[in-house]
């Protein structure tokens, strides 16, 4: 169930900084509504994975997934940057997100 949620976390951490994305390009107050809900829905479901995780595996996953996703929005949504190098640096990330997972 932990790691459940830890995802779910990591969701809304992607869908806040989309939210942010689309307040420094619009300034939109809706934007900032939907920031303050998914950034606040993130961290509680991070505290509540941490019960149940380690805080240095909880954070560096949560991270990751924020991390990777937000690239991955901003490459799919807002036409950034699909090079090589990023993306194998995207790969990494996400790997080593997932041998968090694995040795935890």
């Known amino acids: 169930m932990a790691w459940i949620l830890l995802v ?8 806040g900084i989309t939210c942010l994305n689309a ?11 939907g920031l303050v809900v998914c950034f606040g829905l993130s961290f509680i ?11 240095s595996t909880a954070y560096a996953v949560w ?4 991390a990777v996703g937000g690239a991955l929005i901003g490459m ?12 194998l640096c ?3 990330i996400l790997g080593s997100t997932i041998g968090l ?4």
């Open 23 to 33: 307040y420094v390009q619009r300034r939109q107050m809706r934007a900032v509504f």
């Open 8 to 15: 779910i976390a990591g969701i809304f951490e992607m869908l």
């Open 45 to 55: 479901a991070l505290s509540i994975a941490m019960m149940s995780l380690p805080m």
């Open 101 to 104: 997972k694995l040795v935890s």
């Open 90 to 92: 995207i790969l990494v």
């Open 63 to 66: 991270t990751g997934i924020g």
């Open 76 to 87: 799919i949504f807002y036409h950034e940057s699909k090079d090589i190098k990023r993306v």
